[in-house]
């Protein structure tokens, strides 16, 4: 069974950085596509980053220029590092993997990043 477990989160000036991490086991890493996704409190879960198993990126459009999702497969592990951050960007932060469009979607605990002075 995979399991996703998120680190990184905390609170943050605006302006400044922080980088999520997810550890991903249970599985074949390198096969899943990894998605970082954001949930605001009485707001939808929104797709923020995808990376796929060859590395190729997508972006939620208002946040192109300051995050950048990476991986290493190596390590089992993506990251999501967040620059430049507003306090819009207050969210939970939830790792996920799936194998579209094969039904197979896992999401870990979530982390709490907080923007604000």
């Known amino acids: 069974q995979v399991q996703l477990v998120e680190s990184g989160g905390g609170l943050v000036q605006p302006g400044g950085s922080l980088r999520l991490s997810c550890a991903f086991s249970g599985s074949i890493f390198n096969i899943y596509r990894m998605g970082w996704y954001r949930q605001a409190p009485g707001k939808q879960r929104d797709l923020d980053a995808t990376?796929?198993?060859?590395?190729?990126?997508n972006y939620l459009e208002s946040v192109k220029g300051r995050f950048t999702i990476s991986r290493d497969n190596g390590a089992n592990t993506v990251y999501l590092q967040m620059n430049s951050l507003k306090t819009e960007d207050t969210a939970v932060y939830y790792c996920n993997a799936n194998r579209l469009p094969l039904p197979e979607s896992y999401w870990g605990q979530g982390t709490q990043v907080t923007v604000s002075s």
């Open positions: 990376i796929t198993s060859g590395g190729s990126t």
